[in-house]
């Protein structure tokens, strides 16, 4: 086939909803977009297991405790599932990881804020678990069959992970007045982060027009942010906690809350490296990989001399 005919072909499968599968021809630019937004969600996966792996021996009682080491290993699940989706591109894993060891490759900014409470444990349930479905539900509709079969899986346990948090937090909110007090502060420090986690205003987006009409992404940024405001909203209500927005209010005429403008300077800091826990979060992945380095040695040896025995 020629070139011309590789492209007809592919843009035809597109518009026919027919998922693109690993080894069809596929334009290069497609081939790095899909690298590098599924590269940067694993590494988000991985990263985002810091904040809370750091309460899991703080957790009140048992119960509480298996849950979140359930939901972190999930988290690690998920950074291997999305890895591996970026081998079927073509990428290297170990390349990938370098990548965001040396800064190139980004995170989810969500994961450079601390948890400084067992209530920021609940918030990062209910409302990072919470962006991050609002999300991926979209993505398990992508036009690149691995991923969005891997985002089917993902997304029943970030289910499962939304609602735990959203239960952690209503316990405390039903609890002393220093218990809701807690949970009040985690939504006034986690609200605008969560936000910001749909990516910069679709004017400022680079990537959106172009992974719009290949269809790996299915909404924008602003359409899934307002859909996650609009969403949460009366989750707040139950709890009985206030929204950190002045502005937030129910338009009848749009039939959706407005809210107010995000910080977006604050946004490109933390994107940059420069949020309050860049350094520690980096620091702590590459110190991951360094300690970890005899267990893949071993690994590595284990099975050349199963392979040698084997041939022999
Ligand atoms: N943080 O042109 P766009 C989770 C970058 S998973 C940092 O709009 P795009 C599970 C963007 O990369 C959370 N950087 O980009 C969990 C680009 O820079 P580049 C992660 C951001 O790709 C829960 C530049 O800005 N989810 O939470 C951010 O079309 C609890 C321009 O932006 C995913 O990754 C940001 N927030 O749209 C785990 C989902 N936003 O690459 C543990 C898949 C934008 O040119 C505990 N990804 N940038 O250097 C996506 O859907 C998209 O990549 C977007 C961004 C929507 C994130």
Known sequence: MTQAEHERHFNDKIAKEIKIEPNDWMPDEYR???????SQHAHSEVVGMLPEGNWITRAPNLRRKAVLLAKVQDEAGHGLYLYSA???????????????????????????????????????????????????????????????RAMVKICKEESFHQRQGYESLMKLCNGTPQQKA????????????????FGPND????????????????FTNDELRQSFVDATVPQAEILGLTIPDE????????????????????????????GPCNKER???????KEEGLWVREAANA????RAMKKSA
């Open 86 to 148: 970026t081998e079927t591109l073509g990428a290297d894993r170990e390349q990938t990881i370098d990548d965001l060891h040396t800064g190139k490759a980004k995170y989810s900014s969500i994961f450079n804020y601390p948890a400084l409470t067992w209530a920021d444990i609940g918030a990062i349930g209910w409302l990072v678990d919470g962006a991050a479905i609002m999300n991926q539900v979209a993505l398990c509709r992508t036009s690149y069959g691995p991923y969005a």
């Open 302 to 305: 284990f099975a050349k001399k």
């Open 182 to 197: 807690m949970a009040q502060d985690a939504l006034n420090r986690f609200w605008w982060p969560a936000l910001m986690m």
């Open 247 to 274: 502005n937030l209010k129910w338009n009848e005429e749009r039939g959706h809350y407005d809210f107010s403008e995000i910080n977006w300077d604050e946004f490109w800091q933390v994107v940059k490296g420069n």
């Open 282 to 288: 980096l620091a702590a992945r590459i110190k991951a």
């Open 203 to 218: 004017a400022e987006s680079t990537h959106s027009e172009q992974s719009i009409a290949w269809k790996i992404k299915r």
């Open 32 to 38: 790095q977009t899909l690298i590098r937004q599924i």
